[in-house]
Antibody, heavy 119, light 107 residues
Framework: QLQLQESGPRLVKPSDALSLTCTVS??????????WGWVRQPPGKGLEWIGN???????YYTPSLKSRVIISLDTAREQFSLKLTSVTAADTAVYFC???????????WGPGTMVTVSA | DIQVTQSPSSLSASKGDRVTITCRTS??????LNWYQQIPGKAPELLIY???HLQSGVPSRFSGSGSGSNFTLTVSSLEPEDFATYYC?????????FGQGTNVETK
């Protein structure tokens, strides 16, 4: 059974980069059927799609974050990562990794990790 | 990019009520529309994919319909565990978007 788990620093300083990793178990990041994605949720607000990476490493980002975000895939470690540069307090959120296992919808999610941007 | 407008933003209902939530997209997306339920403090869970397909393990009181740019999620008879926030999401092409969410609360 495919499972995802986010990890990374919980506190990031303004103007620094936020870096998170999602570890995949029970499945392979090499599968051509899967995308690997990131979604975030500011406190008390709705879900925001950040982007996806496919099995070949091709990435797709939401336009509002495109200039600051990088999603990458590490098939050797069965992980994929999120890097968001030049963060501000507005980037404070719960960050979820998720994957659509071939049905075009995120059917597997990590539990989420809260990241706070503060000095 | 495709905009997604979800309504209402909140609603009050009682156990046993029939509830309907709608989602409208800024362009036609076929049936590339998904619905999620989120309990506070938890990750979202997929309810409906492809506009009308019930995800495995989801109770049959949940149903989805629509195509093009107008979609609906219906809960035929609310159970206590259904009081939650619901989100639609379009997955047309490579750039996805969530709706703003609908909070279903107890009347």
């Amino acid at each position: 059974q495919l499972q995802l788990q986010e990890s990374g620093p919980r506190l990031v300083k303004p103007s620094d980069a936020l870096s998170l990793t999602c570890t995949v178990s029970g499945g392979s990041t090499r599968s051509s059927s899967y995308y690997w994605g990131w979604v975030r949720q500011p406190p008390g607000k709705g879900l925001e799609w950040i982007g996806n990476v496919d099995y070949s490493g091709t990435t797709y980002y939401t336009p509002s974050l495109k200039s600051r975000v990088i999603i990458s895939l590490d098939t050797a470690r069965e992980q994929f990562s999120l890097k968001l540069t030049s963060v501000t307090a507005a980037d404070t959120a719960v960050y979820f990794c998720a994957t659509p296992t071939g049905i075009g919808a995120y059917d597997v999610w990590g539990p989420g990790t809260m990241v706070t941007v503060s000095a | 990019d495709i905009q997604v407008t979800q309504s209402p933003s909140s609603l009050s209902a009682s156990k046993g009520d029939r509830v309907t939530i709608t989602c409208r997209t800024s362009q036609s997306i076929g049936t590339n529309l998904n619905w999620y339920q989120q309990i506070p403090g938890k990750a979202p869970e997929l309810l409906i994919y492809g506009a009308s397909h019930l995800q495995s393990g989801v109770p049959s009181r949940f149903s989805g319909s629509g195509s093009g740019s107008n979609f609906t999620l219906t809960v035929s008879s609310l159970e206590p565990e259904d009081f939650a926030t619901y989100y639609c999401q379009q997955s047309y092409g490579n750039y996805w978007t969530f709706g703003q969410g609908t909070n279903v609360e107890t009347k």
